[in-house]
């Protein structure tokens, strides 16, 4: 049997985000392969987390820079890792990578936090401006090598690419973004 790992930044709430609801389906989606799937996170319990258990999923709570998780995954052994965004696979893909080198490794980028960041910047600049009522509107129609030079420099952009880098495989949801990635980076 199959067996995957999730790795989240926080436990799954699809009533209160996207990314929640994102989580549960790809989870359901390897349920429902017949695969043996766990979700581990170093975020506290919330009470709008959904009940994994209820699904039949695992749990654990996991520590960040601690070596207990190196233990932790070798004796899982998981056939497929999936990282839930990119700053999941910067603290735990490296040490997924020594302990089970043979695991499949799976960004989930959910959406480019880099491209939310620039656009967020932009539309910071615009409405500070106040150079007309339409530079909201410009922010979000922004062409894909302008999204770029707000994205490049910026250490976030680089790190979340570095993450898509080291992964063998990423999903991503929207096509703006998969051009952006692979016309201009």
């Not at 695992?58 to 998981?78: C, G, H």
């Not at 700053?87 to 936090?113: K, N, S, Y």
């Amino acid at each position: 049997m199959t067996n995957v790992l999730f790795i989240g930044y926080v436990w799954p709430e699809p009533r209160s985000s996207g990314a929640g609801t994102r989580t549960l389906e790809l989870i359901d989606l390897f349920l429902r392969e017949g695969w043996c799937v766990t979700f581990c996170t170093p975020a506290a319990a919330t009470e709008r987390q959904v009940d994994l258990a209820a699904l039949g999923v695992a749990q654990k709570t996991v520590e960040l820079n601690n070596p207990s998780f190196d233990v932790y995954i070798r004796e899982l052994s998981p056939d497929i890792v999936v990282f839930d965004r990119f700053m999941m696979e910067e603290q735990f893909g490296w040490r997924v990578e020594e302990q089970c080198p043979r695991a499949l490794r799976i960004l989930d980028t959910i959406d480019l936090h880099s491209l939310r960041a620039a656009r967020q910047q932009a539309l910071k600049t615009a409405l500070a401006g106040q150079d007309s009522e339409d530079a909201p509107n410009r922010v979000f129609t922004m062409s894909g090598s302008d999204l770029f030079e707000c994205m490049a420099a910026h250490d976030l952009t680089q790190r979340e690419v570095a993450a898509i880098y080291r992964s063998d495989l990423t999903l991503m949801i929207s096509d703006v973004e998969c051009e952006l990635l692979t016309s201009a980076f």
